[in-house]
């Protein structure tokens, strides 16, 4: 696999890592609600997450990643369409989407 994929793969990973880490430690929709900050760094690292995962698409279109597509489209609405994102979604993301994403980043990695 060529440097730049894993490094792009890499950074996902990390990101994925640093959302789990501002977390609030109950892990309830309501703690995240209440903590901006910690809404705000979610969102980057999945601004980071979904650019990371555009430029791999266009680099090698054979890497397959379930919801690469939807992933980078969030990407995009976080970014330009930031006042249409709400806090529910971006929660549904981090606990049910993110668990999968970095068992297939994982995958890619070996």
């Known amino acids: 696999m060529e440097a730049d994929i894993r490094l792009w793969l890499a950074d996902i990973k990390r990101s994925i890592v640093e959302i789990y880490g501002f977390l609030p430690e109950e892990k309830s929709f309501s703690a995240f609600q209440k903590d901006l900050k910690t809404r705000k760094a979610v969102e980057r690292n999945l601004e980071i997450i979904g650019e990371a995962l ?7 279109s054979d890497i ?9 489209d969030t990407r995009n ?3 330009h369409g930031y006042d249409t994102i709400s806090e529910a979604i971006i929660w ?3 606990t049910i989407e993110l668990p999968k994403l970095e068992e297939e980043v994982d995958d890619l990695l070996l």
Not at 64 to 72: D, E, L, Q, W, Y
């Open 54 to 60: 555009s430029r791999i698409l266009k680099a090698r």
């Open 64 to 72: 397959h990643i379930i919801n690469s597509r939807r992933i980078v």
């Open 77 to 79: 609405r976080i970014i």
């Open 92 to 94: 549904t993301i981090v």
